[in-house]
């Protein structure tokens, strides 16, 4: 009985220990989460404006 409590509590510890490692690193991720998603918008916004000027000179072309 007490081997099996041993062996629970070392998993329990471990256990913690693996969510603590999670923990720390989902808070690195967050910020590298935050500068993707902004680079993401920024580069949308860049697609949109070339496209515009690609629509604009096409339809510059002389039929």
Known sequence: ???????LEEKLNL???KIGD?????G???PK???AE????MLKAKISEATIKIE???????D
Not at 38 to 41: A, M, S, T
Not at 56 to 62: K, T
């Open 33 to 35: 989460l935050h500068q």
């Open 1 to 7: 009985m007490q081997e099996e409590i041993n062996s």
């Open 22 to 26: 999670l923990r720390n690193e989902s």
């Open 15 to 17: 256990l913690a220990a």
């Open 28 to 30: 690195s991720l967050k």
């Open 56 to 62: 604009n000179l096409i339809g510059q072309i002389p």
């Open 38 to 41: 902004e680079e993401i918008k």
